[in-house]
């Protein structure tokens, strides 16, 4: 088997992978665009430890930790993105980002300095 072949397939994967990753703004298609890059990583390591005909198969071993945490990661992700579709009403990415430094701006009435503030926790 050349290694050429799933080398260059992962490589596609994890690429649409990563746009999926930096253009999405839906936190569900983040999620499966993470998802994408891990299975293009447990492609590589199948088809390595396949060409390296490794006697103790080292890369399938790993491939099931990776499922294994892949599983847990999508299983945590998609509570955290319901939670916060129940608070927000949105699972958009970037209004999360624009609600979230909105809420941190300081208002007109808090302290602006360091000394005030220091004064205002004292």
Same mark, same amino acid.
């Given at each position: 088997?050349?290694?050429?072949? =799933?080398?260059?397939?992962?490589? #596609?994967?994890? !690429? /649409? ?10 936190? $569900? ?8 890059? #891990? ?6 390591? /199948? ?8 006697? #103790? ?9 990776? &499922?294994? &945490? ?9 509570? $955290? ?9 949105? !699972? ?13 701006? =300081?208002? !007109?009435?808090? =302290? ?11």
């Amino acid at each position: 088997m050349h290694l050429a072949y =799933p080398a260059v397939l992962a490589a #596609l994967l994890f !690429s /649409v992978g990563l746009y999926g990753v930096l253009a999405r703004r839906n936190a $569900i298609l983040v999620l499966m665009s993470v998802e994408l890059m #891990l299975n293009a990583v447990n492609l590589n390591l /199948v088809a390595f430890d396949v060409w390296l005909r490794d006697t #103790l198969h080292a890369g399938q071993a790993l491939t099931l930790f990776t &499922i294994a &945490i892949a599983a847990a990661e999508i299983g945590i992700g998609l509570a $955290i993105v319901l939670m916060v579709y129940r608070n927000r009403g949105t !699972s958009d990415v970037d209004r999360l980002r624009d609600t979230a430094e909105a809420a941190e701006a =300081p208002t !007109s009435d808090a =302290p602006t300095s360091a000394d005030e503030k220091a004064e205002a926790t004292a």
